[in-house]
């Protein structure tokens, strides 16, 4: 799979917006480089924080929109220079949408829907990390993502009951929960 395939599948694609006019909104990139292992997906790890009900888990780079932000892109371009030091109006270009979806924690929806977008950067980039908001950062190959090996279950303990979801399992890292169905919701579009 590379970029190009990836750009194809996205033009293609008529993404699902959720039309409601009393939410936030937040947007997220999946930004991507063609890497020593094909296209590779930048996670970062959030910052373990009090304020933050993502606390300590695998990420993509983003966050709630500005009154300032012009749109999606806008609000995911400003988040990933904050988070990651990544200057994607420089150093990459936007290449399409995934479907937003509506934020869930604690079992229950959230007035927040995320609006994913897809980026490719045209070279390789040093990240520089925000201390605040991300602990580590990782490039996944989407090979491996496709992989059954990547498959895995993450059991989180909620209010006194066990739980079981769905997760990808890459190095010491364990996507679950909102990242895992965006990148599951990414690769069945983009593998067709």
Excluded: C
Aim: charged fraction near 25%; charge should be negative; glycine fraction near 6%.
């Amino acid at each position: 799979m590379s970029l190009a395939d990836i750009r194809a599948r996205l033009a293609a694609h008529r993404p699902v917006r959720i039309a409601e006019a009393k939410v936030a909104r937040a947007s997220v990139a999946m930004v991507m480089v063609e890497g020593a292992s094909g296209v590779e997906l930048l996670l970062i790890q959030r910052a373990t924080r009090n304020d933050d009900p993502w606390s300590g888990h695998m990420a993509l780079p983003g966050g709630r929109r500005d009154p300032s932000d012009a749109d999606e892109i806008a609000t995911a371009v400003r988040e990933t220079r904050e988070e990651v030091g990544i200057d994607l109006t420089a150093d990459g270009e936007s290449i399409g949408y995934l479907d937003e979806l509506r934020a869930i924690a604690r079992h229950r929806p959230l007035d927040l829907v995320i609006s994913p977008v897809v980026f490719a950067l045209r070279r390789p980039v040093v990240l520089a990390l925000s201390a605040r908001e991300v602990e580590s950062a990782v490039w996944v190959p989407l090979s491996f993502l496709a992989s059954h090996e990547a498959h895995a279950t993450h059991r989180r303990s909620l209010d006194g009951m066990d739980s079981d979801f769905p997760a990808f399992r890459y190095q010491q890292y364990t996507i679950w929960g909102l990242t895992h169905r965006i990148l599951d919701g990414f690769l069945q579009l983009v593998r067709g």
